[in-house]
């Protein structure tokens, strides 16, 4: 029995980060015992004599509650070198400071609108160059390299689309052109996929979302396999000075103690509000990658152990007034930015996270009007779905009540 228990439980440690694994690899503090990591709240550590001290001189550098979170990072991405930032850009921008002057990268199309902010509108200024291509297509991903591209940037599932993306066949593709693969691993988070076994280079995390879990901080993250890289990233951290604060340090690790727990609930919700929302009257399309008529569905089975907590999805009356509508109306979905929270959010990509990009780009990639995102957090599922349908209801109802107002004013 006991041996049954053992063996179902290392067979799904293989399968997932689980809450035991996590757990595990939080220290005991070895000077007083403190179960809960301490947050050396300093800036400074008093040498012994120039040069000789403990392991830390300043902590722009090195400190030890960041440290700690480093290290947990580095085991939940199966890597070998953790780094936590102060949010996902900073992290972002790291990255883009191991290029030059005439490097271009390859980017997945529909990408995080802080993203294409900071490639555009102030790396292209430095002389990168960014190549935007539907990372879904292989063909087309091989067709876009140049001999000058360096690095390959890739989310999946994407924002606000969840677009999936073959993560092992890009690196393969990134690797055999001399470019580095990184992954925008934020939406699934390393309880659904860990890319760095996928064959990435690097995995960021805006730490902000599911690995904080508690929508009460901004954080980010880079961890990498290869040790000189790793280093090198290290570096530029260090250089640039973009890094976590030890109370944010905290937090994230007192998130990370209840990350599968919570991604477990959150993708069992989101995939029965997908169902729910698929087969709704007022809806046109919905965007998850655990339903069958998403169109990466194999992709996203084959490399994710779950399907996320974001759905996304298009009103039939594809316009702001509706979905402006709608948003009013829910009441446990609050509207605001940010995902991946104990609390349900909602939001209006177009109006809201990606009105940095053009709106051209945006109608190209789907995002339209009438295209809401969702955020499933840890109310219980059916309260969520009743939520939404009285939302929808509360919708037919005044779309049909302008319709009636219109005729009798005719
Ligand atoms: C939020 C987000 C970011 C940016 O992270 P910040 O912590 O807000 O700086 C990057 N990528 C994705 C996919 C995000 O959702």
Redesign the pocket.
């Known amino acids: 029995m006991f041996n049954q228990f053992l063996f179902t439980l290392f067979n799904s440690t293989k399968e997932m980060s689980t809450s035991t694994q996590i757990l595990g690899s939080i220290p005991v503090d070895p000077l007083t015992g403190a179960i809960s990591v301490p947050i050396y709240q300093t800036a400074t550590f008093v040498q012994e004599a120039p040069g000789i001290n403990k392991g830390y001189d300043y902590s722009r550098s090195g400190n030890p509650t960041r440290a700690t979170l480093e290290t947990i990072l580095a085991q939940l991405e199966s890597g070998t070198t953790g780094l936590a930032f102060a ?4 992290a ?1 921008d790291t990255v883009l400071k191991l290029l030059k002057s005439g490097d271009e990268i390859l980017a997945v199309d529909d990408i ?1 609108g ?2 294409y902010r900071l490639f555009t509108k102030v790396y292209e200024k430095f002389g990168i160059k960014v190549n935007y291509v539907d990372t879904t297509d292989l063909e087309q991903v091989a067709r876009a390299f140049t001999a000058g591209t360096r690095l390959v940037w890739l ?1 999946s599932p994407t ?1 606000p689309t969840l677009k999936v993306s073959d993560i092992k066949a890009i690196a393969q593709l990134a690797h055999s052109n001399g470019a580095l693969l990184c992954v ?1 691993n ?2 699934a988070s390393p309880v659904v996929q860990k890319p760095l076994e996928l064959g990435a280079d690097i995995v960021m995390h ?4 599911y690995l904080g879990g508690h929508s009460d901080l ?3 993250a880079l961890v990498t396999r290869d040790e000189e890289l790793g280093a090198q990233l290290k570096f530029l951290q260090n250089a640039g000075g973009n890094i976590l604060g030890p109370f944010d340090s905290w937090l994230i690790i007192r998130g990370l103690e209840t990350l599968t727990l919570r991604i477990k609930q959150q993708c069992a919700s989101a995939l029965a509000i997908a169902q729910y929302l698929e087969q709704h009257d007022a809806i046109e399309s919905v965007y998850y990658p655990g339903l069958e008529s998403h169109p990466n569905y194999e992709t996203a089975c084959r490399q994710q152990k779950g399907f996320g907590g974001i759905i996304s999805f298009r009103l039939k009356e594809d316009t702001q007034e509706a979905a402006g509508l709608f948003l009013k109306q829910t009441r446990l979905f609050h509207l605001a930015e ?2 991946g929270g104990v609390k349900s959010l909602c939001c209006l990509p177009c109006e809201m996270t990606h009105k940095s990009v053009p709106r051209e780009k945006c109608l190209e990639t789907g995002v339209t009007d009438g295209f809401i995102r969702l955020s499933v957090g840890l109310e219980e599922t059916e309260d969520l779905i009743a939520d939404l349908e009285q939302a929808l209801q509360g919708l037919n109802h005044t779309v049909a009540a302008v319709v009636e107002e219109s005729l009798a004013a005719c």
């Open positions: 949010s996902g850009l900073a972002i995080y802080g993203a989310e924002n925008d934020t939406f805006s730490a902000t979302k901004i954080a980010g940010s995902l």
